[in-house]
Each structure stands twice: as C-alpha cells, then as structure tokens.
C-alpha cells in the first residue's frame, strides 16, 4: 500500500489511528499496530508477510541465543539467515543471470528452465530495509549494546512497524525500545504535529517530486537527443526528484509514527548544502550512511589501518551501500564512484586543499549530480549519451526546458531557502498555518490519482 | 485539539467541496447522473453521448427499464443501429461481450418474457480483445471524483460554459432534432438506445467519417480486435452458453446472429490466412452452439446478400441506419418463421 494512495489515506490510516487510541490496553496496541502493518504489507503481494515474519523469527531467536551464548557463530548464523532472504530475493536473478551467461559461454548450454526460475524471482518491498534493521539489532545484542528482547510482540512491532516498513528510515532497536514500553496516551497536539509532517511530505512527494519526474523521465527517454542544457536540466532534475521523493517518504514516515506516539530518527537534512562529499553523505539518507558506518566500514578496519586500507575500505563499503540499492552493475558503479569521492575528499583534506564554501559547496552539488547519472541511467549506452549530453558533445542547441527550469529554481529556493521539513516546527504552528497546511492536504490528496511509486521502493 | 480539528474539519470541507463540484460537471462523464435521460424523455430529445459518458452500463439498463421492453438487442457497436418500434430497446454498446451479456441477462428480470435479439463478433473471441471499463466500481468513482485531474478539467469546461456550472446540460436544435448536449452532439443516443451519428442530424456541421479499409496490418484494422487471434476463446464461449442456459431457463426466445459485413471484410476474413481459420470455426460452431439452446441462428455475415451496399458502412465497419434495418427485417422474418414452426409442432 502507497502513503500517497486513497486507501491508504481514506480508509486504513484513519482506521488504525482511530482503533490504536480507542483500544484500551499497551499490548492490545502494539497487536493491533503489527496485524495492521502485516496487512499493509500483504497489500503489495499476499506473500510478503510470510518473507517479513521469517526475518522476525530469526533476528528475534538469534537475539535470545546470543543472550544467553554471546558466541560469534550464533550471530554469523543468524546474519547469514536474513541475508540469505535478501540475498535470494533481491541478488540470486542478477548473480544467477551473469553465471549462467558464463556458462553458455563456456559450454554453449543456455540452461532456459533455470533462467525461467531466476527470472519468476520477485524482489519484496522493503526487504532490504528490514534486513538491515535485523541485522543491526542482532550485532547490537552480540556487542553487549543492547539487551536483547524478550517479548516477541515488540520485536515483531519495531521490524513491521508500517511507517518504516517500505521504504525506512532504516531505525536501530535502540531507539525503538525504550518508546515501545510506554503506553502512549491520545495527545491531539503529537497528532496534529504529525498529521502536519505528513502533509509537508506528502506535498513534497505529489507536487514536487512527481511534478519534476514527469518532465525528467520524458528527457531521459532519449538521453541521446539531449543538447548540453537540456542533458545538465534533466541530471539536475532527476536530483531534485529522487532527493523530493525519498526525504517526502522520510517526512511521511516520521509524521505518521509521531501520531502513533513513536519518534523515528531523521535521514535528511538538505544534502545539496553540503560543501564536501563527506558531509553529504551525513546529510542523505543518513540512517543507511550511519549503518554503513557502524555495521560495515568500521568493522572493515575503518580508518585505523592507514591511508590505503581507509580507501580501500570506503571504496568497498560504498560499492556495497550502491549494490544495497539495487542489484545491478550501474549502482555498484554509482557506490564505487562515492568512494571514490570520499577518498578523494580524504586525500585533499590531508593535503590541506581547502575551497571557499560557497566554491565547495557547488563542486559537490555537481559531483553529485555527475554521480546520479549512474544511478539514473540503468545502461551503459544510457549512462555514455547523458554523459555525452552534458559534456557538450550533443551540441549547445535544442533551448531551455523551460518547465523543468522553473522547477530547479523553485527547488533551489527551497533547498536553500528553507529547512528540512522534519526542523520545521509544526507543532507550534498558528491556527491559520494550519489552516493553510490543510488547504495543502487537500490538494495533495486530490493528487494522489495520478501520482508515482515512490523511487526507494524498488531498494 | 481545536487546531486539530481545524486541520482534519477543513480537509473534509475541501474535498468535499471539490468531490461535489467534480460529480456536478463530471467532466468524463464517468458518473451516471440518470436526471439528463428523465429530461430527455420529457422533450422527446436525443441525449449526447457527452453526458452519457463511458456508463453504457447504466444508461442501457435504464433505457430497458424505462420503455415497455418485449424485444430488446444485444451486442457490440456494430448493432446500434437497430431500432424497432416502442416495444423495442438497444442494448448494445461498445466493449460488449459474452460476460457482460451474461451480466446484463442476470441483471434483467425474467418475465415479462422476452425476444433477444443477440448480436454475436467473432473477434470477441479472440483473447486478446479486452473490455473497456463501462461500470466503474464506488471506489473508482470516488478517486475520480477527488482527482485533481478532474477538478481541473471541470474547471476549464465551466470556463467555456458559462451556464455549466447552473445547467449540466442545454437543449441544442441539430436539424430537425433536439439534443441534450454540452458542447459538441457528434454522437448522440435516442431514447431506445440507438445510436445517432452527428453527420445524420447536420451533414453540414458534423462531416461524415471514413476509411478502416483492410492494409494487411491486424494491429490496425478494426482497433487491433483481430489480431493475434489464433483460437476461439474458451472462457468467453462458456460465458456465451451460460447466457443462453439462462435465456432458455427463462423462456425467452433468442436469435442469434452476426452482424453484417461489407464485401471486401468478409473477403478478408473469409481469405486472410490468420484469420480464415478462426473466422470459420466461429460461423460454424454458432448455429450448433444456439441450436444446442433451442435458439436459432440467422446468418446475416454478408451485407450484401442483406441488401445493404458498400455505401452503408462509412467506416467499412459499422452499418448505418438502412442496412440496419434491412438487418432488423431479416431477423423478425426469422422469428416469425421460428414462431410459425413451433406452433406447427404444437
């Protein structure tokens, strides 16, 4: 089910809100909260909760072993059993793929039967999402971080909670626990502040995003006809996009477990400020950079094992964070070329190479943008014309977009105008803002018809 | 909680007020507003197919229900013309097939009894002719109603009509007609459910269509309904049955048939190496299948035989009023002779 879908918006969010503050008892909700989150789930495929409750069976047993045997052969299995999960749904088609492409080459057999089966793999939403937390919260038990937990319910709820479920922010248990203990009572200022959040997301999504996208995808099309402006719009575009889109899910996310009583991290805070590679990955979709971090790169070695490993380590750790998004070669590329740029930032920062922030700050708006051209185009020809385009080798001709301009200026003035909508503060906002707020509800609402998938549902 | 109230009271208002504006003007005419067919009935005018929209559904149906319908046609766009006098209602529409046939009867009463004249396509058995959506579920109707997109369609139509906003419908006088119609009659319907084409009311005003001449292409020809069709769909010939089981069950008195072609189609279909095949299997499995009810069979394929020329079909395709009604006398003709027979077994 979409936040941006009548069904959600009409019937089963108003529902569970309504039925979450009525019921009287801690447990009652939280029951409530995980059958309305599996059937928000089973809306996308009637299968996919049976996939999320095997993950729940296993990062929850493996805690409560490695509770009472902290042993690293406990934790080993248990990761291995949720990234078996997502390793067969999300990466078996493309590894597979590729072998049995090796093997016709070197046997001549195309073996059709076993690419029919790899090609009947259907990936589950938000699979990545819930794997991560999974495994977050089992290292986090084996560390000696976190008291492994003992009530099911809560496990289940802290995996399947539907705000987060799709799309993230990816949310450690330890921020979770401590709020699933506590009743929360009805507080029509929390509800309204989330209902607030919601709307600016949703706007973001519906207005923004899916405004920018429809012009976007119509220019990418046909990444080889794209003059020098056009080919530079429709990069910088896609920017905007893919950055409305998911800090629009994140905004959402956040409002709608506020109403319910539960704060979730933030995972944006306007990453096209950012003056260096480096910080803009502390800026976007952070609890992923943050994961990377502490799940991934520090355990590699980090930066305690001298320049080169530290390199090597970034290039890996991103490379993985690009193929997290998608498995397919242009999104190794596109992680492999973030290392790259961490690297780079490392390595200049080392030689004491300082630019003028505003100078900083537009050379990593373009390295980005450079970058979402590889995460844009999903083939080698498409990624080469775009390039081609902004390069200038398709000529200078062809005009301004003149709509998708006007969408970069407005984009621009809000990226720098204005904070993240999560700073904003909603909850002390006048009558007559709110006011406004619900005139802007209302016509996000009345955009939902034609409106798009969110991007990081295909993550 | 005032200031959450506002929010959630002022949202409501909105779309409320938006939703009521959009069934108002409907400017799709995805909304069946039965009103338009009551004013119509009362002046004796033609309805335009702008404010009937995609809801051939209903409109049918009410078109059944409101005349003193003994004999009643069903079948694709291709029987639309045929209108037989106040006993007689048109319920075909364009997107028919079996399973709305099927829906149509259950939906019917069973007595009075009936004469159902049942127009049958072979290219509805191809699998690969999908229905248009012609009876929108509440919650379609309601994202349609809360769309944006329709908000802002109803909002440029009210522009260009003043009276829109006051009067969903003006009463127009093509030629001799009056018509119920909003900005532009090309189709309009009269009260039996047959269809009007705009060149037939003002030639002048409405120019008359042509072409869907055979190029060899089937992706093209007659909206692609034929092509790829390589068997005579299961599903849909059960659909056919069960329609006529419950005919039978009724008493009813059913007659099948096709709908005419002009000379160079039925060449084509009778010749063309894809579709001969399919195209025979149907115009020999009909009469078996009807017979096996108890209905007859009247194959009236070729226009020509029926007396309509190449002129009668402007789109080589659809037959127009005259052919239509040598079609409405071939199949009374049947029915009287049917009548004669079982009152001689009698």
Known sequence: MLFNSFPFLLAFLPLVVVAYFALPHHRLRLLLVVGASYYFYAYADWWFPALMAGSTAIGYTTGRLLERNPRKAVLVAGVVGCLGLLAYFKYAQFAGGYALDFVHVITGRKLPHLRTVLNGIVLPIGISFYTFEGISYMVDVYRGTLRAERDLLRYAFFISFFPHLIAGPIVRYGIMQPQLTVKHRFDADRVRSGLLLFTLGLA???????????????????????????????????????????????????????????????????????????????????????????????????????????????????????????????????????????????????????????????????????????????????????????????????????????????????????????????????????????????????????????????? | MRRLVVFLALTVALLAAAAAFDWWVDPFGEVWKPDVLAAARKQNCLVSEELIGLRYWSFKRDVFFHRPTREFVVGSSRVLK??????????????????????????????????????????????????????????????????????????????????????????????????????????????????????????????????????????????????????????RLDALEQALALARARHWTVVGFPPPEPPHALQVLESDPRLAPQWNAYLKLMPQLFHRYGFKWVNTVDGAKLGCARSDFPDLFHSDARCSRLLVHALAAAIDNRRESLREIR
């Open chain 1, 204 to 459: 973001k999504k519906v207005l923004l995003a899916d405004g920018i996208a429809a012009y976007v995808d119509n220019y990418l099309s046909t990444p080889g006809q794209l003059g020098f402006f056009t080919a530079w719009s429709a990069a910088i575009g896609f920017g905007f996009q893919i950055y409305f889109d998911f800090s629009a899910y994140s905004d959402m996310a956040l409002g709608l477990a506020r109403i319910f009583g539960i704060d979730l991290p933030w995972n944006f805070d306007r990453p096209y400020r950012s003056a260096s590679p480096t910080e803009f990955w502390r800026r976007w979709h952070v609890t992923l950079s943050t994961w990377l971090r502490d799940y991934l790169y520090i355990p590699l070695g980090g930066n305690r094992k001298g320049e080169a490993r530290r390199n090597l380590n970034l290039f890996l750790t991103m490379a993985l964070g690009g193929l997290w998004h998608g498995a397919a070669l242009n999104f190794a590329a596109w992680g492999t070329y973030h290392g790259a740029l961490l690297a780079g930032t490392h390595e200049a920062r080392e030689r004491g190479l300082r630019l003028p922030r505003p100078l900083a700050v537009a050379v990593t708006f373009v390295l980005v943008v450079l970058g979402w051209v590889l995460f844009r185009m999903r083939t080698l020809g498409g990624i080469g014309s775009l390039y081609a385009g902004m390069f200038g080798l398709h000529g200078f001709g062809g005009g301004l977009p003149g709509h998708l301009l006007l969408y970069i200026v407005v984009s621009f003035a809000i990226v720098f105008g204005l904070p993240e909508e999560w700073r904003w503060p909603v909850e002390r906002w006048h009558v007559v803002w709110v006011a406004a707020a619900a005139v802007l509800f209302a016509v996000a609402v009345s955009s939902v018809y034609t409106a798009h998938p969110f991007i990081y549902f295909r993550f």
């Open chain 2, 82 to 235: 045929m209108s037989d006098g106040p006993h007689f209602s048109n319920l075909g529409y364009p997107g028919s097939a079996p399973e709305t046939i099927l829906r149509l009867f259950k939906s019917l009463p069973a007595s009075p009894t009936q004469t159902v004249l049942l127009g049958v396509e072979g290219f509805w058995f191809n699998s690969r002719y999908t229905l248009p959506t012609t009876d929108l579920s509440t919650y379609k109707e309601l994202e349609y109603l809360l769309a944006r997109s329709t908000f802002t369609h109803a909002v440029s139509l009210s522009r260009q009509s003043a009276q829109l906003p006051q009067h969903r419908w003006k009463l127009d006088r093509i030629g001799t007609q009056c018509v119920l119609d909003r900005f532009e009659p090309t189709i309009t319907w009269r009260l039996d459910g047959s269809r009007v084409w705009g060149w037939e009311l003002d030639p002048a005003r409405f120019p008359k269509f042509h072409g869907g001449a055979f190029t060899g292409n089937l992706e093209t020809w007659r909206n692609g309904y034929f092509a790829d069709w390589t068997v005579l769909d299961r599903s």
